[in-house]
């Protein structure tokens, strides 16, 4: 560290969020970089599961070793800079400008985030499994780290078992990026496109490099966002597992639909009079829709394809009996 020049940011006012940006919903982000700011590298990251499982003092002290190799490479002309993307500030974004600027209140990391997609909502441009479902998680293709290791793969099941990931490998690229750190990582990997089939993942295992391909199971980029602080994601107050095709077929739904089974209703869904579903009834359609390219369950749906605060009719079989029941959505307003 004493060979570091340390900068706490407190306020995103002039900050080019272009040049850094990251998923504004982690515990904490570290930049490693040099005075031209050529970034060298990331620290941080996080999973819907924990906010800090990923970061710890022995990981971010091979980060900081690891910076320190590069930028003796950058003073030996022996690290070319990338291009540098678009400058981007927050003052271009009015909503933000209104809610904190005109206030002259702080500019934070999770309000930029939320308010570029508030943005993009009205402007037409929302992605919702890019923008809302950021930071896939790698467990989901079977990673497992090591992680006080850095990219020391502890265990490999399901796609990456597959693709020939291996225990004790090092994973050194995503995509063609090269990563250092899980931040890294976990910034290439939210860059692969949500229709993606596979994605490259190079490790490095006994001297030598092999690049693998792994497949990517449909909605491998889904994760739970309630803990996101996301204005535009659509609150439904319950969720649902999807039924298998047989219970579908016993049940007299369509197989291909997305029928599901209510597995929780969260407590605000009564204070708020969003729903009266009940826990084991089963959602087979919302507005008429009971099919899918994607969504495999109805809340899954209601989130890719409503707009937070939209009322819609859900198709719900209660036993026997079907009933046609209104759900209120709510826009979650942001804690300070």
């Known amino acids: 560290m004493s060979q570091y020049v340390c900068v706490r940011i407190i306020r995103m006012d002039d900050i080019d969020i272009g040049l850094f940006e990251h998923d504004r919903n ?3 982000y570290f930049y490693i970089l040099n005075a031209d700011e050529q970034i060298y590298m990331r620290y941080g990251g996080r999973d819907s599961r924990s906010a800090d499982g990923y970061l710890n003092l022995a990981s971010i002290e091979l980060a900081l070793k690891k910076g320190l190799e590069l930028h003796e490479l950058h003073k030996e ?5 990338p291009p540098r993307p678009k400058p981007v500030f927050a003052r ?4 933000l400008v209104e809610r904190t600027f005109a206030r002259n209140a702080c500019v934070e990391c999770h309000l930029i985030g939320d308010y570029q997609n508030m943005h993009r909502e009205l402007d037409g441009t929302l992605d919702k499994p890019k923008h809302l479902w950021r930071s896939p998680d790698i467990r989901t293709i079977g990673i497992e780290l090591d992680v006080p290791r850095g990219l020391v793969v502890k265990e490999a099941t399901g796609p990456a078992a597959a693709a020939g990931m291996k225990s004790g490998d090092t994973v050194t690229a995503v995509n063609g990026q090269t990563v250092y750190t899980f931040g890294d990582l976990q910034h290439a990997y939210d860059q692969t496109p949500r229709d993606a089939a596979s994605a490259k993942f190079t490790v490095a295992r006994n001297g030598e490099n092999a690049e693998l391909t792994v497949q990517l199971p449909i909605r491998w980029w889904v994760t739970d966002t309630r803990w996101r602080q996301s204005s535009v994601d659509p609150r439904t107050y319950f969720d649902s597992r999807p039924l298998s095709s047989e219970e579908k077929t016993a ?6 639909g997305f029928a599901s089974e209510v597995t929780y209703i969260d407590r605000f869904a009564q204070a708020m ?3 009266e579903l009940q826990k084991g009834d089963i959602v087979f359609g919302v507005d008429g829709v009971e099919t899918d390219p994607v969504a495999n369950t109805a809340d ?17 079989l209660r036993g026997t009996e079907r009933i046609e029941m209104p759900l209120k959505t709510f826009r979650m307003s942001f804690r300070k």
Do not use: C, F, Q
């Open 26 to 28: 982690n515990t904490l």
């Open 77 to 81: 002309g022996k690290l070319p800079a």
């Open 92 to 95: 271009e974004y009015p909503l």
């Open 251 to 256: 049940r007299g739904l369509k197989p291909g």
């Open 273 to 275: 009079k969003s729903h």
């Open 300 to 316: 899954l749906y209601i989130k890719i394809h409503k707009r937070a605060g939209d009322s819609m009719t859900l198709g719900v």
